[in-house]
């Protein structure tokens, strides 16, 4: 299986914490932003648009990120912030 967190306003889309999915026919980011999709349609199109972050193990990942059965997968909304001075 390979976890899914979702982490601020990501919540609200999804509706949940967590989801799990079968890691069967999945292999890379791209495979699973997919699989997301089929139930968060807006997730997977935000994850294929680069428009969040997204951690596979606590590493930065990309769409071609390989993953495999037990990894945790963390969706993260983009951060703004920060002072200039």
């Known amino acids: 299986m390979i976890t899914v967190k ?3 306003s990501l919540k609200n889309f999804s509706n949940t914490d967590e989801d799990q999915f079968e890691a069967s026919g999945i292999s ?3 495979d699973l932003s997919h699989a997301i999709s089929k139930n968060h349609p807006q ?3 935000m994850i294929r648009g680069k428009k969040i972050m997204v951690s596979v193990n606590l590493d930065v990942a990309n ?4 993953i495999h ?3 945790e997968v963390a969706l993260l909304p983009p951060f703004s912030g920060g002072t200039h001075s």
């Open 28 to 30: 890379t980011l791209l």
């Open 63 to 66: 769409l071609e990120s390989e």
């Open 6 to 8: 979702y982490f601020a």
């Open 43 to 45: 997730l997977g199109e």
């Open 69 to 71: 059965d037990g990894d």
